[in-house]
Nanobody, 124 residues
Framework: QLQASGGGLVQAGGSLRLSCAAS????????VGWFRQAPGKERQFVAA????????SYADSVKGRFTISKDNAKGMAYLQMSNMRPEDTAVYYC???????????????????WGQGTQVTVSS
């Protein structure tokens, strides 16, 4: 199972760090992605890190502002969000999958396990 946490209300320009805790998974064997979904919109790719590392993938809208990281020993993944904008407002989900290939890191369908989501709201 995956448990996402760390969401909240932040002003534009502020920062938040989301955490994703895994139980029952060997984190070394899975790729991890963060996705977000705003009301009335489809789930959108945010960032991902492949299980074999190094190398990360980011949506153009968050490049230079968000950083994904993965701590295999702790079974944790993080999404550090900085210089946040109102358009970053969404429910954020972490996902993991043992068979995600690099070319599919941005595809929600490639991931097997999903957390419950954490709300992030950015006020202007």
């Amino acid at each position: 199972q995956l448990q996402a946490s760390g969401g909240g209300l932040v002003q534009a320009g502020g920062s938040l760090r989301l955490s994703c805790a895994a139980s029952g998974h060997n984190f070394r064997t899975v790729s991890v992605g963060w996705f977000r979904q705003a009301p009335g919109k489809e789930r959108q790719f945010v960032a991902a890190v492949h299980r074999n590392g190094p190398g990360t993938s980011y949506a153009d809208s968050v490049k230079g502002r968000f950083t994904i990281s993965k701590d295999n020993a702790k079974g944790m993944a993080y999404l550090q969000m900085s210089n946040m904008r109102p358009e970053d407002t969404a429910v954020y989900y972490c996902a993991a999958g043992p068979s995600v290939i690099r070319s599919n890191l941005e595809s929600p369908a490639a991931y097997t396990y999903w957390g419950q989501g954490t709300q992030v709201t950015v006020s202007s």
